[in-house]
């Protein structure tokens, strides 16, 4: 065990980071699993890490506003086309987006070829390093999630068709950034999955949950030095399903 790893000045805002994506994600995870198009949030979430490297790759500071804009658009250009395919091919948009997945991905791989930290820059991307993540970090965070809550809670019965690609696009690229793609998966699409039919307290269910997964796997990853992203993961998942036995056996 590596008790010096419980450092509350670095947990502290890595746990703080989680709850801050917990917001969005928890509803917006509800709409996705109600749409049926459970891997966009993975298709838009590699695309905007297109949008990372290539800012990178142009010389743009990593943490600055200039590549959150580059990023944004990049994803927001997938969530647009995304829109227009299922207008058109609405019967095949699962498959649709998992090759929109692939084919980020791939590009991101080509890209990054000729990187000397190519791979460590790749793993970065699709695990995150949470653990970096500062108070100061959040706060433009923050504020684009305020006002996506805003619009989302105001105009959720309108909320469809292109305007949904595109909010979940701003989401998901500002999550990418502080969490990993992988990170995002999870918050977005376990705890939605697992409350989807709860009649009554069914966001503070998630949120719940999600906390607790991302409490528990900081902890975790701090005392084991274990890879913290993946123990996240691991950790909401065994959380969420933990409650749905409970839950399911509360009322069966």
Not at 121 to 143: E, F, M, R, S
Not at 228 to 233: D, L, N, Q
């Amino acid at each position: 065990m590596y008790t010096e790893g419980l450092d509350l000045s670095i947990l502290g805002p890595a746990l703080l980071a989680g709850i801050l994506v917990l917001t969005t994600h928890v509803p917006m995870g509800i709409k996705v699993l109600e749409r049926g198009i459970v891997f966009i949030d993975l298709a838009i979430a590699q695309v905007a890490g297109v949008g990372i490297i290539a800012a990178d790759m142009l010389g743009l500071p990593m943490h600055g506003t200039s590549v959150q804009v580059v990023a944004t658009a990049t994803a927001m250009s997938g969530a647009l086309l995304l829109s227009w395919l299922e207008k058109k091919h609405a019967g095949s948009l699962e498959p649709l987006i998992g090759i929109l997945f692939v084919l980020a991905a791939s590009i991101s791989i080509i890209l990054l070829s000729k990187n000397p930290h190519g791979g460590e820059y790749l793993k970065d991307l699709l695990v995150g390093q949470i653990l970096w993540v500062n108070l100061h970090d959040l706060i433009p965070t923050a504020l684009i999630y305020a006002a996506v809550l805003g619009v989302w809670f105001m105009f959720r019965e309108h909320i469809k068709g292109t305007v949904f690609y595109l909010l979940f696009a701003i989401t998901v690229t500002a999550s990418v950034q502080l969490i990993g793609v992988y990170l995002v998966f999870a918050s977005l699409i376990i705890p939605a999955l697992t409350i989807l039919r709860m009649r009554r307290f069914r966001l503070l269910a998630g949120y719940g949950l999600g906390t607790i997964g991302y409490a528990v796997g900081l902890f975790t990853s701090a005392i084991f030095d274990l890879p913290t992203g993946a123990i996240i993961v691991c950790c909401i998942a065994i959380i969420s399903l933990i409650f749905s036995r409970l839950y399911m056996c509360q009322w069966n």
